[in-house]
């Protein structure tokens, strides 16, 4: 029997419902094509539409700075002045009139103030120098890589036990172009090294979280010709450079039978050479290192500039007893001035007059100034 609420057959009833849905469907879908994209301003290709929603930029992260104050209390602390001077204070204000009865120390100097991430003097650098192909030349060929790494963390350790006010950062100094006693094919007398060679310095670099510093040797060539070459290593933010004078040979004559010489012009063009690489590839600053045992090794020595993005050491490279190499320091190294100054341990030569020893990290933490570089061969 049929429900009395029901007077239409079943299938009717069906087909309606269904129409019914259908048209349901319909409504919901209208709507929404309509009416949803102006709640969520969303355009549909039409100008008349609400406006999109502004991207919020993300802020721009700010750049490291360097800390000022820390920087001119290590170069004052390197030079020894006193805080009861009153040249401490005018160092640390910028002012060159403290005292009419007191001399101005000639050391720390008043030079560029270097971009933010440079090493010196936050950190003293310890390094070990040579070439890999000759046991003659410095500790980096004498001993397979572990004896190497092993010693220099020794040295390291030794380092911040003596000095714990300034960490230590090793380095592993390369002789990439060496000097020659026979001209070559182009008569340069010198020899540039396989860049295999160079990437293994970097890998004894890496294991100890050091920086690698590139030496080169010119011979009859030139720093600019030999440093050009390098362009793609000194690209690399751990990578530096250091220039050997006494090889840098002039009139004809063959490294080793004078003592060569490099000129404030060669050492300004490399400067800015090694600037513009850390501006084009925003590097921190790099490290210039300077060999220097006589004064004629380094001429116009007051013409050297530099800059916020290099650091120049001038480095003590003779060897002897203790007294011999203070002297030696005290003559052509500290009365000179330029930015940071360096001194070279050698553990075979300085034993060769007496007494026979190396000198002290006390004695050379009490040198005026106080070496920011050391190196070993």
């Given at each position: 029997m049929a429900s009395a609420r029901s007077t239409k057959p079943r299938g009717a009833r069906f087909v309606l419902h269904a129409l019914a849905i259908v048209a349901g469907v319909a409504l919901v879908v209208a709507a929404a094509y309509f009416f949803l994209?102006?709640?969520?301003?969303?355009?549909?290709?039409?100008?008349?539409?609400?406006?999109?929603?502004?991207?919020?930029?993300?802020?721009?992260k700010p750049k490291p700075t360097l800390d000022l104050a820390d920087y001119n209390k290590r170069l004052l602390g390197l030079a020894h002045v006193a805080t009861s001077s009153p040249w401490y204070a005018a160092f640390l204000?910028?002012?060159?009139?403290?005292?009419?009865?007191?001399?101005?120390?000639l050391w720390p100097i008043t030079t560029v103030?270097?971009?933010?991430?440079?090493?010196?003097?936050?950190?003293?650098?310890?390094a070990y120098y040579g070439n890999f192909y000759s046991k003659g030349m410095g500790v980096l060929g004498e001993y397979d890589k572990a004896v190497v790494l092993e010693?220099?963390?020794?040295?390291?350790?030794?380092?911040e036990a003596a000095d714990p006010t300034t960490p230590v950062l090793p380095a592993i100094e390369y002789i990439d172009v060496t000097a020659q006693g026979s001209a070559g094919r182009d008569g340069k007398y010198r020899l540039r090294m396989p860049d295999t060679q160079i990437d293994k310095a970097l890998e004894y670099a890496k294991?100890?979280?050091?920086?690698?510093?590139?030496?080169?040797?010119v011979g009859l060539s030139?720093?600019?010709?030999?440093?050009?070459?390098?362009?793609?290593?000194l690209a690399k933010p751990e990578v530096h450079l250091a220039i050997d004078p006494e090889f840098d040979m002039y009139g004809g004559h063959p490294p080793g039978t004078?003592?060569?010489?490099?000129?404030?012009?060669?050492?300004?063009?490399?400067?800015?050479?090694?600037?513009?690489?850390?501006?084009?590839?925003?590097?921190?600053?790099?490290?210039?290192?300077?060999?220097?045992?006589?004064?004629?090794?380094?001429?116009?020595?007051?013409?050297?500039?530099?800059?916020?993005?290099?650091?120049v050491v001038v480095q003590m490279d003779g060897w002897g007893s203790p007294q011999r190499k203070k002297n030696t320091y005290?003559?052509?190294?500290?009365?000179?001035?330029?930015?940071?100054?360096?001194?070279?341990?050698?553990?075979?030569?300085?034993?060769k007059e007496d007494p026979p020893r190396l000198l002290t990290k006390e004695e050379i933490l009490n040198l005026t100034p106080a070496p920011i570089f050391i190196q070993y061969q």
């Open positions: 994209p102006a709640l969520t301003s969303v355009s549909y290709g039409t100008e008349a539409s609400s406006t999109p929603v502004a991207l919020v930029p993300d802020k721009p204000a910028g002012t060159t009139t403290a005292s009419t009865t007191i001399k101005k120390p103030v270097p971009n933010a991430g440079a090493i010196l003097p936050f950190k003293r650098i310890v010693k220099l963390r020794s040295e390291v350790a030794a380092w294991d100890v979280e050091g920086i690698v510093i590139l030496d080169i040797q030139s720093v600019q010709d030999e440093t050009v070459l390098l362009r793609d290593y004078v003592i060569g010489t490099t000129d404030a012009d060669d050492i300004n063009w490399t400067i800015q050479y090694l600037s513009n690489l850390v501006r084009e590839n925003n590097l921190p600053p790099k490290i210039l290192l300077l060999h220097r045992f006589t004064h004629d090794m380094l001429t116009n020595y007051k013409n050297i500039k530099p800059t916020p993005e290099v650091q005290y003559t052509v190294v500290a009365p000179e001035p330029i930015q940071f100054t360096g001194l070279k341990l050698f553990y075979k030569n300085d034993l």
